[in-house]
Each structure stands twice: as C-alpha cells, then as structure tokens.
C-alpha cells in the first residue's frame, strides 16, 4: 500500500481474515561486519477491507496484543488504526491498532511443518533463535505463512560522521536450520558512503543463531 506523502496519516477501520503472522524485527547493519537485530513485536498479514478498500495489508502490533488476543492464521478480526509515518522505514501498512474485536476464531494449528503456522511464540524465543537471511522469493512463496519467517525494517549506517542512513526491508528466517524449504538468496550489498559496497554472503549467519545451542539443542541433533 503507497500513502500519499503530502497528506496526514489517517486512522481507518479494518476487517479482515489473518493469512500470516510474523516477528516484527528491526536490523540494523554497519558495512559487512555488524547485522543486529531487534523484535519489537508482531506484523499480522491480512486479507480484507481497509477504509472501504478490499486487499491485502500488513498491521504492526505490539507483543502485549499478540499476547492478549493470541492471534492465530484464518482468525477473522476487525478495528482501527493509523497510516504509517515513513514509507520507506516501516514494512507494514498499519500501526497504533486499536478496538480489536475477533469476529471469528480459528482452530489452532497443528500441523508440524513446514511452513509452521501454528500459533507464534513469545518475542524472547524469536531473540534466542536468531535469525539467518532468507531469499525474498521463498519467504513470498514456500515460507509464506510460517511463524519463522519475517521481512524485516533494515536501517543502514551510511555515514557515521553526518549520521547520514538508508532504509530497505530484508526477509530472515528464525526456523529450523535444517528445514528443506530454506534458501538464503543471494548475497546482499551494503552501501557506505564514498566506499564500495560491502557484501554479506551470509557468513554472518552463524553467529546469529550461535545462541541455539544453549536455548535450542534439537537444532543441532
């Protein structure tokens, strides 16, 4: 969804059936060598109506409302909330969701995957996995739905001494390493500022789901 930049952002009301439900993460990265990342909450990927518009909208929500209502894929949901400020900062449509109502419940899931798409787990299980880069076209396609997938909000540190920044979004994968359908794509260019881009070819990976083998030992059976 393109907002018109010129006008205020508007609250508008929703409805809609949830199709996906992802880890709403920041990361931040430095050249090749630093990519941190930061769960901050939830994006709720729906089909519906928004401000009488029938498509496709991603709403940002908080953890404490993943927690309370316990969303879950094919739930049908309905209420407001406000237009994104940054365009090229936020990936989904909608944020400062408000007056939920859940119209209908889904039976949890239980199939084992993948994709998982049973209910998503707490932001603390997401932060000790980590995250490995995932191609752009499975998370569009074999991943699409999965608990462990998420297209992340990336700020770039182009130039430090005028705190200069570029913005873009990238897909991660926090899933099992050895799930079949993952794919990390192909390597990603860092611009700097009058410098050659780097390129992470992923070998930063490694180091950011290391913490799995203290929280999450099956990974590595």
């Known amino acids: 969804m393109k907002r018109n930049p010129f006008i205020e952002p508007q609250k508008i009301s929703f409805e809609g059936i949830i199709t996906s439900i992802e880890p709403r993460a920041t990361v931040w990265r430095y050249r090749m060598d630093n990519r941190t990342h930061r769960e901050i909450g939830y994006n709720l990927f729906l089909n519906g109506i ?54 209908a419940r889904c039976e949890q899931e239980t199939r084992s995957g993948p994709p998982w798409t049973g209910e998503a787990p707490d932001l603390e299980v997401y932060s000790n996995r980590g995250a490995r880069m995932l191609s752009t076209k499975r998370w569009k396609s074999k991943c699409r739905g999965c608990r462990w997938a998420n297209m ?8 430090f001494n005028t705190g200069a ?7 991660f994968c926090y899933g099992p390493l050895d799930c079949p359908f993952y794919a990390m ?10 410098k050659e881009s ?6 930063m990976d490694d180091m950011c789901v290391e913490m799995r083998s203290i929280y999450f030992k099956e990974d590595y059976e």
């Open 198 to 203: 780097s390129s992470d070819t992923g070998w």
């Open 185 to 194: 794509g192909p390597a990603r260019s860092v611009p700097y500022y009058k």
């Open 50 to 103: 928004y401000a009488e518009i029938k498509n496709d909208f991603v709403l940002a929500i908080t953890e404490a409302m993943q927690n309370k209502y316990r969303f879950r894929i094919n739930d049908r949901i309905s209420g407001n909330a406000w237009e994104k400020l940054h365009e090229e900062r936020e990936f989904a449509d909608f944020y400062k969701v408000s007056n939920i109502k859940i119209l």
């Open 152 to 159: 992340s909000n990336v700020t770039i540190e182009y130039n």
């Open 165 to 171: 920044k570029k913005y873009r979004f990238e897909s």
